[in-house]
Each structure stands twice: as C-alpha cells, then as structure tokens.
C-alpha cells in the first residue's frame, strides 16, 4: 500500500513514515498544500493523510479540490483542528475519516487499512486464498495454519495480487506501489521479490505474463 503523507510537521511526518513503513506501508510525504495537491496523480496512492493546517494552500481547499476532480482516494484527515464546526466541515467536503492530534498511531494504521479495506471492497479483515490466509489489520500471513516470515515488500506484493486476483500488474505499476520516490530500484528487484514469494508459498502463486507483468496465480 502507498500513502501520500501532506503534512508541514517535519517529527510528525517522519514519525508517520516510520511507524507506516514498519507495517507494510509505503510513504510520500509533502509538506506544502501546493505541491501536496499535484502528487495525488503522480502515484498510484492507497490512501491520504492529510493535515488541514499546511501552507501556501489550506488543507481543506486541497480536499476540496481533489473531490471537484473526481479524485476519490481515501482521505484521513489527521490536524489539530479538533471542533464540532471544524470536524463536521472536514467530512463534508469529501474526508472518509478525521482524526485529531495528539493520536496514536495504531489508530491511525487501524483507520487507514479499513478505509483501504472499504475501498477496495473487502468489509474484512481477513482473505482466505487456498491454503493461505491474509490478515489485512496486522500485515500477516499464514500459509497452511504456519506463519510466513515475509519483508515489507514481499507483503505489499502479495496483497496487491490476493486483492486484485483478475489485474495484471506490470513492472512498472508494482515498482510503484513498493517504492517511494526517494528510493533507488535495482533493475531485477521485482523478479527478486516474485522469486522468494514463490519459494515461500508455492511456485505457483504468481503467474508471469510474458511481455505484460504478474498476475495472482493458482491457490496453494
């Protein structure tokens, strides 16, 4: 999963990245409204976390104006701004969630996987594929009852295909979800990530499609 993080709080930003990363998550944080605005079309965002309180452009019009453009990301509004009036507004104009400062951030990472969860349809938890088992809440994997010991990226790989089972996916569009910006790729790091899926669960789980990516495979 990739998050878009606009929030002008340097220790707030890096705590969130942080603690996101550590639980399969992949973050780009921007600190200014303007440029925030324009990131939501650069990347194939999961879902936004977004303060109210940025400069140059307030967080609500940035709000504003993704849903004017049909942008439907899911939004968690995450700002100080913790009145009725100020709550009531923020939900109004297009925010999935609100939440205000100080939190905690497993609530923050409970909030984002349902509003992730809900928006790629799935009302639990946990996807059953086979023998194997996804927990979405806690970013685990059972195979067989046996708990996979999988990095961050191996996690996010196997459940964008478990949550997409008909899309296939190419190199680019997975570098994408498992990358941020700043992180350099080597030139076979997805066939690296595929190849140890595939010796962690079965050689059959994901299906190369010669000339166009990966695609979810047969179940083990």
């Not at 879902?47 to 990301?73: F, K, Y």
């Not at 570098?175 to 079965?202: C, F, G, P, T």
Request: with cysteine; hydrophobic share 40%; proline share 4%.
């Amino acid at each position: 999963m990739r998050i878009l993080i606009l929030e002008d709080d340097h220790y707030i930003a890096e705590g969130l990245n942080a603690g996101l990363s550590e639980h399969g998550m992949t973050c780009d944080i921007f600190s200014s409204g303007t440029t925030g605005e324009k990131a939501i079309t650069a990347a194939p965002y999961d879902a936004v976390i977004l303060d109210l309180s940025l400069p140059e452009t307030d967080g609500m019009q940035v709000l504003a104006h993704w849903r004017q453009q049909n942008i439907h990301t899911p939004v968690l509004i995450l700002t100080a701004r913790d009145a009725l009036p100020d709550r009531l507004a923020g939900l109004n104009a297009g925010a999935d969630d609100y939440l205000c400062k100080p939190f905690a951030l497993d609530e923050v990472i409970a909030r984002l996987h349902a509003l992730i969860r809900r928006n790629q349809g799935f009302s639990q938890s946990e996807i059953k594929f086979g023998q194997l088992m996804l927990n979405l809440a806690s970013c685990t994997a059972k195979l067989c009852g046996r708990n996979l010991n999988l990095t961050p990226r191996e996690w996010i790989l196997l459940q964008l295909l478990i949550t997409h089972p008909q899309q296939v996916f190419s190199r680019a569009q997975i570098e994408d979800k498992l990358y941020n910006w700043q992180q350099e790729v080597e030139s076979n790091a997805i066939e690296v990530h595929v190849h140890h899926l595939r010796k962690k669960i079965s050689n059959t789980i994901i299906r190369t499609r010669r000339g166009l990516g990966y695609q979810l495979g047969e179940a083990p």
